[in-house]
């Protein structure tokens, strides 16, 4: 009778509990007063700031500054992510926001989430400045074999189609000197001329950086970086006077927080 | 004692170097052990660095030794002078579970400013612990020794005793270690694979072989070297409140027999202890008597406690427990006086774990534990199996197997007579219809039993290791019902996200508590579907683990359970009530593995 009691104040307070804290009673036993603590706290909200890329990058006489950045707040399943990747040429202080992402992410798969949002895209500097905007749905995980994946699918406020995908490897040196490759690629859907996206694959991008954790947060790295734009997008760029290859030295750091 | 007394007030008595650690200051009134605990935080200087965040009872960490008798009753008024709730924890005493000390299961916690008291009959002895099952807080030094002495004097002859706390110790918040554990994957792993160990593979083992077992692994996105989540990187080892350096004495008269109680109170770390030159004889395992057992090396779990009696033959003897991984130790001495050392042994080369963590059982001991004999053939047989994946580890696991050299082996084969078998070997395993989800980043498909396999990094030990298969209860225990009834959980989890869960599904996520039926015989199995070894730990009842052992199977509280491996316990279902049931790994209980039981 007294279990009974208790079982059905439980129920009642546990429900109460669902809606007041948001914390669930789920597990908890049936002798549980409902205005108890949690014996656990398992659905804590963490997140971080990461750089994955903050970084110098010179081709010849032509410097750049590049960030990738990304950071995200939520549980162990629910988050909301904001990615960022962008470049700036030195010399002329122009340049772009390649995206600036605001998605939402779920893991649906032991090492995947899926994500969709928004992005934008812009570029700054003293040219008269565009932008535009699309829906995304991608995918970021772990693939088999230690690949970092982030891979996104793209539709402009025009209706304009691109897909990308980016790809990281980490070779541990020692437990401090680390060698990341790096591959990304981008394929269009079709001809955007006035952002110089020519339809099909429009490049590959490889690179190499070598850094050194001080600390898990905070490594400092040099390495090299190649981009080889293909087909449309190619010819688009010879015939805006613009390089179709790029070979540069880069120097940068990787931190979170 | 007395001229040793303020050496280092901030150590509880049994600390300190004296003869005999285990004088517990309380009253005792009409047939009640009174002991008043009273929790605060103390600064305190840990390893020469100061320290705001201890937790200390009654100004000491660890906490002082709570002495019981058997039959008597205990009365323990606790007072909280934390600007937040606190709680104790009787680890592994059979109580009334009002008294279990667990908020949100057992009672609303401790409130600051408030005294709770407990006050429970004693009903068993042995040795045992405490600590706070409130947040963190364990972390932080909230632990202590609990020693119950028997009502009748036991058959076990010794002259002096100590008590032995092991445990972990981090300058950091706790919360920030969970953070980065949340947020970092391997944060504190720094042994973890690198390209030159890629090529020592490819030295040993060729090219393909090297490269397959990177695929392997790689393909299942696991590390072999995934051995403790929190390591020496982040821990200062402490025993008795003691790093290395301040070296711990115990001191004896020669000739003396010493009766010494391990309990390993760390939140997160496995400790492998010996006392180099010294046999140990293992007399009881998480407090209940077993048949005594000599051994040269035993690894305890989070949670567990053995006694072991040690005669010494010097004057020094080095008492040395070393983290799993091989990251760090604490020493401390016994010696037979004050401020004498006896040499530090080089800690073992780091290792990785085998085929077996997989859960697929290809080079398991507990295969060959089936026929309960070593054949050749099945040697061979795994030997076969093995090909692929024979690295150094592997090889040598494979060798022990077929020349049988090693002692753990040869004691199956003598103890053959009275070994029964593991019911739950080869049977099939199933893990539901989505492999547990993501909560689970794997799932074990053939797991065994590796009851007499001590763990990993002894694969090429050539010294006497202790193993579950060993402890055999005296005289069995009194329910001798067969189970009517199997509760299966498995121990699953998401090293990337830092998830722990029973059955991919945290204690947040899962439908009200497991049930266990008032006066019902059950057998609980436990399957580990990940990569890390758990010490689970059932509250208010006894675990009595199935080692094949018969009715002598030993009874524990804590069972740490090895990655790949099901292990299974018959339970009486005797205590109603509630009772937390969780991986006593704290930040591992933390993320979500956790569960309540209730006995209805």
């Known amino acids: 009778m007294n279990i009974m009691m208790n079982r059905i104040k439980w129920v009642v307070g546990a429900s109460a509990l669902t809606l007041a804290s948001g914390a669930g009673a789920a597990g908890t036993g049936v002798q549980a007063e409902p205005d108890w603590t949690l014996p656990i706290h398992d659905n804590q909200v963490f997140g971080q700031v990461l750089f994955d890329r903050m970084e110098y990058q010179r081709d010849g006489d032509n410097e750049l500054a590049l960030w990738d950045a990304q950071a995200w707040i939520g549980k162990d399943r629910n988050r909301l992510w904001v990615e960022t990747e962008g470049e700036t040429d030195l010399s002329s202080d122009s340049g772009d926001i390649e995206n600036f992402d605001v998605q939402y992410s779920y893991r649906f798969d032991r090492f995947w989430d899926i994500q969709t949002g928004l992005g934008a895209q812009t570029t700054f500097g003293p040219s008269p400045n565009k932008e535009r905007y699309s829906a995304i749905v991608g995918l970021q995980g772990l693939a088999p074999y230690w690949f970092e994946v982030d891979t996104n699918l793209r539709v402009t406020d025009d209706g304009d189609v691109s897909y990308d995908l980016e790809a990281e490897y980490d070779w541990l040196l020692t437990q401090r000197l680390i060698l990341q490759g790096r591959g990304e690629t981008l394929v269009a859907f079709s001809d955007v001329e006035e952002w110089g996206v020519g339809s099909g694959i429009n490049n590959v991008g490889l690179g190499l950086r070598l850094r050194y954790h001080f600390s898990r947060e905070f490594a400092p790295y040099v390495g090299v970086s190649y981009t080889r734009f293909l087909g449309n997008t190619e010819d688009l760029r010879e015939r805006e006077g613009e390089d179709v290859e790029s070979s540069s030295f880069v120097a940068g750091v990787r931190w979170w927080f | ?600």
């Not at chain 2, 960490?61 to 007072?79: D, F, N, S, W």
């Not at chain 2, 010490?535 to 006894?542: A, R």
């Open chain 2, 1 to 600: 004692m007395g001229l040793l007394a303020g050496f280092d007030s901030l150590l509880p008595a049994y600390a300190r170097g004296q003869l005999d650690n285990t004088n517990a200051f309380h009253t005792v009134r009409n047939g009640a052990d009174i002991y008043d605990l009273t929790v605060a935080r103390t600064p305190l200087k840990i390893g020469g660095r100061v320290s705001e965040q201890p937790i200390t009872i009654n100004g000491t960490l660890p906490a002082p030794l709570v002495r019981l008798k058997q039959g008597r009753e205990a009365i323990l008024r606790v007072t909280n002078t934390l600007p937040e709730a606190t709680s104790i924890h009787w680890h592994g005493l059979i109580l009334p579970f009002q008294m279990d000390g667990v908020p949100g299961v057992s009672f609303p916690g401790i409130m600051p400013g408030e005294t709770f008291e407990y006050r429970f009959p004693v009903e068993q002895h042995g040795t045992y612990w405490y600590h706070s099952h409130t947040g963190l807080q364990e972390q932080l030094g909230h632990y202590g020794p609990i020693i119950i002495d028997p009502a009748e004097p036991e058959s076990v002859a010794y002259d002096r005793e100590y008590v032995v706390v092991l445990s972990d110790w981090t300058f950091d918040s706790p919360e920030d270690v969970f953070r980065k554990l949340k947020v970092a994957e391997g944060y504190y792993n720094y042994n973890q694979r690198t390209v030159g160990d890629f090529f020592k593979d490819v030295e040993t083992m060729g090219w393909d072989a090297a490269w397959n077992k990177a695929g392997m692994w790689g393909k299942m996105r696991m590390s072999p070297r995934d051995i403790l989540d929190v390591t020496g990187s982040e821990y200062t080892y402490l025993m008795n409140g003691s790093p290395s350096a301040s070296n711990w004495t115990g001191l004896f008269r020669p000739g003396e027999k010493i009766r010494l109680r391990f309990i390993n109170a760390s939140a997160m770390t496995f400790f492998d202890v010996r006392i180099p030159g010294l046999p140990m004889t293992v007399i009881s395992a998480d407090g209940q008597p077993v048949q005594p057992v000599e051994t040269d090396e035993f690894r305890i779990g989070v949670a567990e406690t053995y006694d072991v009696i040690v005669q010494p033959t010097g004057t020094a003897h080095t008492v040395f427990a070393q983290s799993q991984d091989r990251s760090g130790y604490v020493r401390g001495t016994l010696a037979t006086r004050k401020g004498m050392e006896a040499p530090v042994p080089p800690m073992y080369p780091r290792t990785e774990r085998g085929m077996a963590a997989m859960g697929m059982g290809a080079m398991s001991m507990g295969a060959m534990g089936k026929d309960g004999d070593m054949n050749m053939d099945s040697g061979m047989d795994m030997g076969g199996k093995m090909e692929m994946m024979s690295g150094s580890n592997d090889k040598a696991h494979g060798q022990m197997m077929m020349n049988g050299a090693d002692s753990g082996m040869n004691k199956m084969s003598s103890d053959k007579a009275t070994m029964n078998e593991v019911p739950t070997a080869g049977r099939p395993i199933s893990h539901g219809p989505d492999n547990h989800g993501p909560g689970a980043a794997m799932v074990a498909s053939s797991p065994q039993s590796r009851l007499d396999d001590p763990g990993v990094g002894f694969e090429t030990a050539n010294h006497r290791v202790l193993t579950y298969s060993q402890l055999q209860s005296i005289e069995g225990w009194p329910d001798k019902r067969p189970a009517e009834r199997e509760v299966e959980l498995h121990l699953t989890g998401n090293m990337e996200r830092y998830m722990w869960s029973f059955d991919g599904k945290k204690f947040s996520e899962v439908d009200g508590p497991v049930k266990f039926y008032h006066g019902e015989r059950l057998r609980l199995i436990l399957v580990n579907d990940s990569m890390m070894d758990h010490p689970i730990h059932l509250h208010g009842m006894w675990m009595e683990l199935e080692t094949g052992a018969g009715e002598y199977r030993p009874r524990k509280h804590t069972i740490s359970v090895k990655p790949g491996e099901r292990v299974s316990a018959l339970i009486t279902a005797d205590a109603p009530g509630d009772w937390a049931f969780h991986c006593h790994l704290l930040y591992h209980m933390d993320a979500g593995m956790f569960r309540v039981v209730s006995v209805v």
